[in-house]
């Protein structure tokens, strides 16, 4: 169900309903086969390619993106099926000058390698810590981390990039200096 030209109506589809997708604060009217999952409406047909597809079958976490604050693989569910609620992808949260504290903290404790499943270890990382109860110890990180997975295993910096952010969050005085 892929369609080459982004932003182009699916003329392929046996039957196209109207879509309207809200993403990273911006409203998209499309006309999409209702097949087509959330994923693919994203990168196919809005041009955001940040979230990326690994396995396409909920294994994986590249395709994390964040539906209603809650983190959920892009992959497993129809674009039909998330209107009328915000949806933010990694485009969404920081910008090359600006980025976000997760985005910051990545590159400073060399969070990747390859940066395929980057965004969706961000994206996981952001709603672990500002929209759920921020984990307790490194053991905890990895363990609410698991869904995504790094073919190139950058796991402790990916560990240790999370656990910075948390800790600036509880002291930012000392995060500032740091
Ligand atoms: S691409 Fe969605 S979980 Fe792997
Ligand atoms: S950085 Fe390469 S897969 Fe994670």
């Known amino acids: 169900m892929d369609n080459p030209e982004i932003g182009q109506p699916d003329e392929t589809a046996d039957v196209a309903v109207p879509v309207t997708l809200t993403v990273n604060g911006r409203r998209h009217d499309l006309m999409l086969d209702p097949r087509v999952t959330l994923l693919d409406a994203l990168r196919n ?93 490194d053991t905890e990180i990895r363990e609410r981390m698991s869904g995504n997975l790094c073919r190139c295993g950058a796991y402790p910096g990916i560990v240790e990039a999370i656990r910075c952010v948390r800790d600036a969050a509880r002291n930012p005085v000392a995060g500032e200096a740091a």
């Open 45 to 137: 047909y809005l041009g955001f390619t940040g979230t990326k597809k690994g396995c396409d079958q909920g294994q994986c976490g590249a395709c994390t993106v964040l539906v209603a604050d809650r983190r959920i693989d892009s992959c497993l569910t129809l674009a039909v099926m998330n209107q009328d609620v915000p949806i933010v992808t990694i485009e969404g949260l920081g910008a090359p000058e600006s980025l976000h504290p997760i985005q910051k903290a990545f590159i400073e404790h060399d969070g990747f390698q390859c940066g395929y499943c980057t965004s969706g270890q961000i994206m996981s990382a952001v709603a672990l810590l500002e929209h759920e109860k921020p984990p307790a110890s």
